[in-house]
């Protein structure tokens, strides 16, 4: 059907009083044989789908609103609205539901819904009183108009006959005419009744007296008789506010008058519900539906107007990225754009989809990354505010923009590192900002929303390209802060040269290394940013709970970063922070990783001797039982539920003698005893494999995967091959004891094949209980296993022959 008069949208209430759009097609009014009865069908305009199919009842309450809306309810909780293009389809569909009913098509709604004892008391009122009768309109009978009105609200019948009653010869805008006499007058007792008149009303909750109202002509005596509630001892200045301090200001002139009008009205009606009207109680909450409905409906429209707008819009965007630009007119074009998105919340998702994807063709996010890199730092938030209206949306959007960038620009001005920076930069003391955006940056790398495709994955491009181009600006200020790990209590954990929380664009990665002058002006004290000055403590929190969504989140990426840049070994420095929130951030970033049980990453703790600091900090903690206490000892009882052998070798062999007398809980002395029954499962299993012969090629196996290669190891290993060898195979013994004459321990190393490296030494004090060390992998078949290691360790093997104290951390050779 071609028909736009016709043509509407569907709307139905939901459970938070908020009209879901249902889709746009065609009504028309006809008989359904299966309802028995004249029936409103709507009919989709893309595929012709059936949107409504709803019998007009004979006691359903239809109400006309706006000239373009009718609204009824189905059924409890259950509200349904037609939004039609043009008055002319609105009127004719209406003229039939008030010809099905038998009403009159003037009236603008057709009746309420009644309760049983209403319909009992409306069954007494004759029939000659069709309307409430009203006292002349003078300023000696307003306490009977005031009377009146508050004592109709209770009943539904009596409401809809002085709404119709008010309407009647200009009433309502007679009742304003005397608010204006009366303020002429400083008549004090005629305002406060003309306060409780326009209140109650307000409460009648229809919408053709808001559309009188609501006019250009009455609204401001309306918000005037607002002003003089009988509580206050002074009236309110709400109309000089609306006049003098809330200026209207086009940033781009706008040349539709209807457009203009609509905003100025739902500016004001906005301002008297959420500030004039006083908090609605439970009995009133619902008087005020059509109210909402007022306003949702005109913010609906106010987009849809601006949206068909092609020429405005672009002329705003061409501002708004103009370098020419003045700073208070871009100020005032970001907070323009900030409240049009605002306004696009009440579409629904399918016109929400068209409406950013507008903005998206108009170029909003390139500038994006051109307001939030300045200083202003109101455009600044306004700014970010419209990027959390993006991302909320469509991540996929932001994603798909930003990996466009790197082939346009350099990494410093890309979206999302700009992004990073205003996080790292906020200036407010509590980082509110910086929480918003940590926020939004955690939606943006989630793949929980990232689509896939048949020809692209977004989640490996998306997050490849993270890691290459962003993550390094995201981990600067924990880097910068924990480069030097001092000895001396007040310093540990900091660093001199530090991220500045003023740093610019300029240079990849020399702003990272900066001095953070003091905010005093005219100061030339120096104040090193570290993790004991508050505020970057809790930037520093914030960075790890996303890296820790990293380490819950992503695989390959955050563990090949992790690695790389020794990030463990930084992040644990800052256990020696005096906040004890960072210390438990960096704790808990230790354990989502051992909780994943990835050998990869036990290997890597366990080379790193990174326990250290963590024992180290339960150590100082003493004998508080505070939340740091009870969280490390959690890591630990963890490790021993889940028996993660190579782990429980490591902390039994290097830190149990200190750990031993902590006997408040048995997680410790769990540890050793799991420790000792592995150490006897495994001596088992050596006294068996003694005694039995084996083959060739098995015992060639057990040999390869032999990582301890200490004295007692090579004892085995002999006593083995001149028992069960072959020649071939003593030729190959011979042939590296030979090896270890030339080399030592360089020659025993190299002899080894290059798939299984020697791990680390132990110490002379542990070296007999490193002998039975546990397997670190399931897959490992010997008893003579230490910990595995892989082929890319290769250049360890120069390490293995240094020996370390158990409470001294060995370098990692990155």
Avoid at 22 to 34: M, N, Y
Avoid at 197 to 213: D, H, P, S, Y
Avoid at 672 to 682: A, G, L, N, S, V
Wanted: glycine letters at 4%; aromatic letters at 8%; charged letters at 30%.
């Amino acid at each position: 059907m071609s028909d736009t008069r016709r043509r509407v949208k569907v709307y139905t209430l939901n459970e938070d009083r908020q009209w879901d759009d249902r889709g746009t097609g065609h009504v028309s009014s006809t008989f359904v044989e299966r309802l028995k009865g004249i029936s409103l069908l709507v009919r989709a305009e893309s595929d012709g789908s059936l949107l409504l199919e709803s019998k007009i009842s004979p006691n359903t309450a239809y109400q006309k609103q706006q000239d373009t809306l009718i609204v009824w309810s189905e059924a409890d909780n259950y509200d349904l609205a037609l939004s039609f293009q043009e008055k002319a389809g609105c009127d004719e569909i209406w003229e039939k539901i008030c010809q099905v009913q038998g009403k009159d098509p003037a009236l603008d709604i057709t009746q309420d819904p009644i309760d049983e004892s209403e319909e009992e008391r409306f069954e007494e009122i004759p029939e000659t009183s069709h309307l409430v009768e009203l006292p002349p309109c003078e300023l000696s009978r307003l306490e009977e108009i005031a009377d009146l009105v508050t004592s109709v609200l209770s009943s539904p019948i009596r409401r809809e006959k002085l709404a119709l009653a008010l309407m009647n010869e200009g009433y309502l805008k007679k009742l304003l005419g005397l608010f204006r006499v009366c303020e002429d007058l400083d008549n004090r007792e005629g305002l406060h009744h003309l306060y409780e008149i326009v209140r109650g009303v307000l409460f009648l909750n229809k919408a053709a007296l808001f559309e009188v109202m609501f006019s250009d002509d009455c609204i401001m005596d309306v918000v005037g008789c607002l002003e003089y509630d009988p509580a206050l001892v002074q009236p309110k200045r709400h109309r000089e506010f609306l006049t003098k301090t809330a200026k209207f200001k086009e940033v781009i002139p706008i040349t539709d008058s209807e457009l203009r009008q609509k905003i100025h009205q739902t500016y004001r009606v906005q301002y008297i519900q959420d500030i004039i009207l006083p908090t609605p109680s439970v009995f009133e909450e619902n008087f005020l539906s059509t109210l909402n409905s007022f306003i949702f409906f005109n913010k609906v429209e106010i987009v849809s107007m601006l949206q068909e707008d092609e020429k405005f819009l672009t002329e705003v965007f061409a501002q708004l990225t103009d370098e020419s630009t003045e700073e208070s007119k871009r100020r005032e074009l970001v907070n323009f754009v900030k409240e049009f998105c605002a306004f696009s919340q009440t579409l629904q998702p399918q016109n929400r989809d068209a409406f950013f994807k507008m903005l998206a063709n108009l170029g909003i996010l390139p500038a994006l990354e051109i307001v939030m890199g300045m200083d202003d730092l109101q455009v600044r938030a306004a700014a970010t505010d419209i990027f959390s209206y993006l991302v909320e949306f469509s991540p996929s959007m932001v994603r798909e923009f930003v990996m466009q960038e790197p082939q346009q620009t350099d990494d410093d001005v890309l979206l999302i590192n700009v992004v990073i920076k205003q996080m790292i930069c906020d200036s407010d003391p509590e980082l509110g900002g910086a929480v918003q955006l940590m926020g939004l940056l955690r939606t943006l790398i989630d793949p929980e929303n990232m689509l896939a495709s048949t020809n692209k994955t977004e989640k490996t491009e998306f997050l490849s390209f993270f890691y290459k181009y962003c993550m390094h600006v995201l981990t600067a200020p924990l880097l910068a802060n924990t480069a030097h790990d001092k000895n001396s209590k007040g310093e540990r954990g900091c660093t001199h040269a530090t991220f500045s929380t003023c740093a610019t664009n300029g240079g990849s990665h020399s702003f990272m290394l900066v001095f953070f002058k003091d905010l005093q002006e005219g100061s030339t004290k120096i104040n090193p940013v570290c993790p004991d000055n508050f505020q970057t403590a809790q930037l520093l929190a914030l960075i790890l709970e996303l890296l820790t969504f990293c380490v819950e989140h992503h695989t390959y990426h955050i563990k090949t970063y992790i690695m790389n840049k020794d990030l463990l070994r930084r992040v644990l420095v800052l256990m020696n922070s005096k906040h004890t929130f960072l210390a438990l951030c960096a704790l808990r970033f230790m354990r989502r990783i051992i909780g994943l049980k990835d050998e990869y990453y036990n290997r890597y703790i366990i080379k790193g001797n990174l326990f250290e600091p963590v024992i180290n900090a339960l150590l100082d903690n003493g004998t508080r039982y505070n939340l740091l206490n009870s969280a490390i000892i959690e890591l630990f009882e963890f490790i021993k539920v889940e028996d993660v052998k190579s782990l429980i070798a490591h902390i039994v062999d290097n830190f149990y003698k200190a750990l031993e007398s902590i006997e408040y809980v048995q997680t410790f002395k769990g540890l050793k005893d799991r420790y000792e029954q592995e150490k006897d499962r495994q001596s088992q299993k050596l006294t068996r494999f003694r005694r039995d012969a084996r083959s060739l090629d098995e015992d060639e196996e057990l040999w390869l995967n032999d990582e301890e290669d200490d004295d007692e190891a090579d004892a085995v290993d002999k006593s083995r091959m001149e028992d069960d060898y072959s020649d071939g195979y003593g030729k190959y013994m011979e042939a590296k004891k030979a090896g270890a004459a030339n080399g030592a321990n360089n020659g025993k190393a190299a002899a080894l094949p290059p798939s299984s490296p020697a791990a680390t030494p132990n110490n002379s004090s542990t070296s007999s209980v490193k002998t039975v060390a546990l397997p670190a992998s399931p897959v490992v078949k010997t008893t003579l296993v230490g910990l595995v290691d892989y082929p890319d360790d290769e250049d360890e093997e120069e390490e293995d022959e240094e020996e370390h104290s158990p409470r001294k951390r060995p370098r990692l050779s990155c």
